[in-house]
């Protein structure tokens, strides 16, 4: 018999290790991309997995009797209107059972406002056809480059600001200027859609941006630590990339490694990134799917035997 509750951490050790294996967190947000998935101690593996997840109230299992089968974890990204999956894992060879529960979920966050939800996986993960059967759809492909023992550069001096929020608008007009139109119909096809879709990145990361004739033409966010990480938009037309990194490798200095997320489709970044000693550290589909919207709130209601824990 199904039951709805909060998940606990033993629940959690049951569900991702079993003989010592490690069922891996499908879902790679970009706060968590880089850290390993399935390292030597199981039980170690799945106490982090459960403090990432256990600090939100949005977490839905699917059971059978005592046994869970399934977890799927979603959080609010910048505005409540936009949502990303931050856990999924499934521990039974029945695949449908990811599918069941990015159904409940979608249709519950639905209910809270969410007008669109996304999920970002790994290229060659069995649950990108699964999701893509529950509305999800591939908008962009990713990759992940990291760099170990960072090369030293010289900070290239551009004059940078720190960005204020005056600026966003400024920002918002560079995305568009410099994003794929395919992507930005998911991410930010109006101002108040892109403002939405933030992705958390943790910690406290900077934002600079570069202003000529009262356009902003380069916006670089930095986020600093052991493992430094950076994501950066420039406008070809009016300033060359290269500079843009050099700034970055040199104020992220003292990291001893540095990541970034660049498109894999002929994006130029990609090659500034292999000339500076980055290497690629993993390929990712990112999805997402467009939630209708709800008169009044959904009623309970239960799908199979997947159940809400939030």
Known sequence: ???????????????????????????????????????????????????????????????????????????????????????????????????SL??????????????????????????????????????????????????????????????????AFGIYQLYNAVTPANVRAIEGLTFREWQAAHEPWGGNPSDLVLEEDGLIIAWLRLLRGNEGRFAMLVHPQRRDADAFLHTALARLKGSATILCL????????SGHLRELGFSPAGDYTSMAKRLAKHAGELAAKTIGTTVTAS
């Not at 294996?21 to 997995?49: F, I």
Request: a negative charge; hydrophobic letters at 40%; glycine letters at 8%.
């Open 262 to 269: 660049a498109s894999s489709q002929g994006d130029s970044l």
């Open 102 to 167: 990015l159904d409940r979920m979608a249709a519950d966050i639905a209910g809270q406002g969410a007008e669109r939800v996304f999920l970002r996986l790994a290229a060659d993960s069995c649950v990108v056809e699964i999701a893509r059967g529950t509305g999800f759809f591939t908008y962009a492909a990713e990759t992940l480059y990291r760099a170990e023992n960072p090369p030293s550069v010289e900070d290239p001096g551009l004059p940078l600001r720190a960005a204020s929020r005056a600026d």
């Open 1 to 99: 018999m199904s039951r709805a509750r909060h998940p606990l951490p033993t629940d959690l050790v049951a569900l991702i290790t079993h003989d010592g294996r490690v069922y891996p967190n499908e879902a790679k947000t970009w706060d968590r991309m880089g850290a390993d998935d399935s390292g030597p101690h199981p039980l170690g593996t799945a106490l982090e997995q459960w403090l990432s997840f256990a600090t939100g109230k949005h977490t839905w299992v699917n059971v059978h009797g005592a046994t869970i089968r399934g977890l799927v974890s979603a959080r609010r990204r910048a505005k409540r209107t936009a949502w990303e999956v931050d856990c999924l894992i499934n521990a039974d060879a029945d695949q449908s059972i990811s599918g």
